[in-house]
């Protein structure tokens, strides 16, 4: 069964301060797409970044990228000029191609302090 | 605007009663999903739907239903609710297709007493 681990369940940085999240995930397959979810406190699930795996580029979306290693598996999320609004619960997901259902990690907590 | 939305956000109610949360978007998605999510925990998928008149269980065992009458609407429905049933409930829509994006309404968040 696939699985998805994000290792560090809070995480505290100062504003402006560049922050890693880490993830790990469990396939056999070469076709999939990971994500990363923000959910801020009492606010909508929105998606940060998507990367498709058959893509050796890292996705970026401004102060937001990963570090894409897919013979290690790892997919982390790289913050960099945190700001408060940065402050949520961050999920990394997977989902093999043709599969229907996503997979989610068990989250990180991320608090940007000013 | 294209969204996805969720009502009741809040709902407390007594054990033993019947109660639908409902879930409508507005962009054409065929596929919907239902997660129940405890706060600050990981989500898990209870309920999903390719399109009307299809309905499938997810991983995580409920004993709430779905139905997918409409494209736009994929209510949940709780028979008996019951205090094990406490929880968020969190709809989400995404088009066909391998990898897409999920979009995700605000949440129901129930408690029951």
Redesign the interface.
Known sequence: AQTVTQSQPEMSVQEAETVTLSCTYDTSENNYYLFWYKQPPSRQMILVIRQEAYKQQNATENRFSVNFQKAAKSFSLKISDSQLGDTAMYFCAFIEGGAQKLVFGQGTRLTINP | EADIYQTPRYLVIGTGKKITLECSQTMGHD?MYWYQQDP????H?IH?S?GVNST?K??LSSESTVSRIRTEHFPLTLESARPSHTSQY?CASSEWG??N??F????TRLTVL
């Not at chain 2, 600050?40 to 989500?43: A, C, N, R, S, V």
């Not at chain 2, 995700?104 to 949440?107: A, D, L, Q, T």
């Open positions: 596929k600050g925990m990981e989500l998928l999903y390719y499938e997810g991983d969190l391998s990898g994006e999920q995700f309404g605000p949440g």
